[in-house]
Every structure is written in structure tokens, then in C-alpha cells.
């Protein structure tokens, strides 16, 4: 079986702090895994993917994460928050090849003050 | 051009109505999936197709009945509505050729039962 878990549902930043937004996964087999980004009464947006190439994976709007194996991480980074970042982040796994079922995390509300 | 629509975006209703939710992907995909998001932002799998035919139902009471007159379409019909039903439905597609792991959200039903 499959799961996540994003440590933080609420992170509070100042702008142009650094964003880490942490998840963990737990999977029995090679994951492919995900962060979404939902903005208020939006749908969810893809901010970026690992299948199993670069560990690094750089995203859009700046972000990043890094998959570590042996951490079973996935954190998700930012050098430097804006505001429009304000918005709540998924963490999310499925397992490579046959029928996707995405799994997701709680969620993290990603707040920005000046 | 909108890749995943839903409609309504709105519904209120009374309990013990039954109301139904469509859904169109124009991306060519052959998976299509129903996703509850409750109240605290959670995002559950209820129901998964892939070329019309059924291949994930995660116990999703009997009321709530998908429906996928072809591949690009799948639609939601909820009997005998719920106060717990209250929920916002999102819309999902994928493509399992080429599997890359994604899905494509539509931006939400936000469904009221009062």
C-alpha cells in the first residue's frame, strides 16, 4: 500500500524567506510522486513530478524537490517566497506503470506575510 | 480551451434530492477518475474508468453512481443526497499509454446538501 505524509498543515513564510514544504511517502514499490498546488476555489495544478529520472526535479514558479530514497522524502523548495504563492500544497505518490491512483497527503497552507 | 471541465461548478440542494455532475476531457486520455475533497481539504479517489470500464471503486457508498458514455466523458450521479455529501468534486483524466504518472484536474463541483 501506498501513503503520504506532509509534515505542517499550516507553514507561515515571510516574502522572500525560503519555503520547504516537507512530505514522506511510504511505498512498497518504485513510486512516482508528485506536488500539486491548489489556489482558492481552483482546481489542482501540477507543480512538478519524479518518475524515477533526475532525483532533482525542478518544477514551475521557481519551485524544486529532491527525491531521497533513503529518507523516503520528497520535500518541496523555494529560494524565495512571493505572495502569490500563498496557496495549499499536495503531496502525492503512485506506483510507475499500470492504472494511476493517485494518493494524496493532507495538504499544507502555505501562507506569505510581507 | 478548457483540458478538463465539469459543470456545474455550483450545486446547492436539499437532502434526499438526487443531482448529477458531467465532466469532459478533451486530451485525448482513456483513464478519467472522481475525486471527493471533504471540508479539511482532503483528496480522496472514489471512482476510476479507463475505456469505459470500471477499474477502481474505493467503497464508495451505492448512491453514488459513474457513468462513462465514452471516453472522454464521465459523469457523476448521486442518489438520495447527504449532508456529509457536501464535499468539492474534482475531475480527473490521465493517460495510461506512456504512462507518466499525471493527472489533469478540472477546477471543482462544489456541492451543498442543506
Known amino acids: 500500500a501506498q501513503s503520504v505524509t506532509q509534515l505542517g498543515s499550516h507553514v507561515s513564510v515571510s516574502e522572500g524567506a525560503l519555503v520547504l514544504l516537507r512530505c514522506n511517502y511510504s511505498?512498497?514499490?518504485?513510486?512516482?510522486l508528485f506536488w500539486y498546488v491548489q489556489y482558492p476555489n481552483q482546481g489542482l495544478q501540477l507543480l512538478l513530478k519524479?518518475?524515477?529520472?533526475?532525483?532533482l526535479v525542478k518544477g514551475i514558479n521557481g519551485f524544486e524537490a529532491e527525491f531521497k530514497k533513503s529518507e523516503t522524502s520528497f520535500h518541496l523548495t523555494k529560494p524565495s517566497a512571493h505572495m502569490s504563492d500563498a496557496a495549499e500544497y499536495f503531496c502525492?505518490?503512485?506506483?510507475?506503470?499500470?492504472?494511476?491512483?493517485?494518493?494524496f497527503g493532507a495538504g499544507t497552507r502555505l501562507a506569505v506575510h510581507p | 480551451d478548457t483540458a478538463v471541465s465539469q459543470t456545474p461548478k455550483y450545486l446547492v440542494t436539499q437532502m434526499g434530492n438526487d443531482k448529477s455532475i458531467k465532466c469532459e476531457q478533451n486530451?485525448?486520455?482513456?483513464?478519467m477518475y472522481w475525486y471527493k475533497q471533504d471540508s479539511k481539504k482532503f483528496l480522496k479517489i472514489m471512482f476510476s474508468?479507463?475505456?469505459?470500464?470500471?477499474?477502481i471503486n474505493e467503497t464508495v457508498p451505492n448512491r453514488f453512481s459513474p457513468k462513462s458514455p465514452d471516453k472522454a466523458h464521465l459523469n457523476l450521479h448521486i442518489n438520495s443526497l447527504e449532508l456529509g455529501d457536501s464535499a468539492v468534486y474534482f475531475c480527473?483524466?490521465?493517460?495510461?499509454?506512456?504512462?507518466?504518472?499525471?493527472?489533469?484536474f478540472g477546477e471543482g463541483s462544489r456541492l451543498t446538501v442543506l
Open positions: 511505498s512498497s514499490v518504485p513510486p512516482y
Open positions: 502525492a505518490v503512485s506506483r510507475s506503470g499500470g492504472y494511476n491512483k493517485l494518493i
Open positions: 486530451l485525448g486520455h482513456d483513464t
Open positions: 519524479y518518475t524515477s529520472a533526475a532525483t
Open positions: 474508468y479507463n475505456n469505459k470500464e470500471l477499474i
Open positions: 480527473a483524466s490521465s493517460q495510461i499509454t506512456g504512462d507518466t504518472g499525471e493527472l489533469f
